[in-house]
């Protein structure tokens, strides 16, 4: 199958050629930018998709960003890397769901510090 696919570069270095060999499938590349009240922020870059025929959301590249990252997109076609699939909820271990729980706490602590009594 010849599917078009998308060729990620960071900063001028290759990161990822993402695509399916499906006949149904979406690829998304996304940049996000979230500010928050109290400054803290995100920016970050998913490269990821969804196999339409297993249901399967599936990730190839995700990055923290820093202000000045120059992110370039190719379509392409041709041979992609492989995709590494994201744990569904169900699957999710408690050391996991523990790691999000703290890195939230972590996020929201920054954000709320000027309303907070230490």
Known sequence: MDNLGISVKLNGK???????????FVLTAMATLVHRE???EELLFDMSGLDAAT????DWHN???KLG?????????????????????????????????LKRY???????????EE
């Open 14 to 24: 290759q990161v990822s050629r993402a695509g399916f060999d499906e006949e149904n």
């Open 106 to 116: 972590h996020q929201l602590r920054e954000e709320l510090k000027g309303y907070l």
């Open 69 to 101: 990252d120059v992110i370039s997109l190719e379509i392409v076609k041709g041979e992609f890397d492989a995709p590494y699939p994201r744990p569904s909820i169900n699957e999710t271990s408690d050391e996991e769901v523990r790691e999000y729980e």
């Open 38 to 40: 109290g400054g803290s």
């Open 63 to 65: 990055a923290e960003l």
């Open 55 to 58: 249901n399967k959301h599936l």
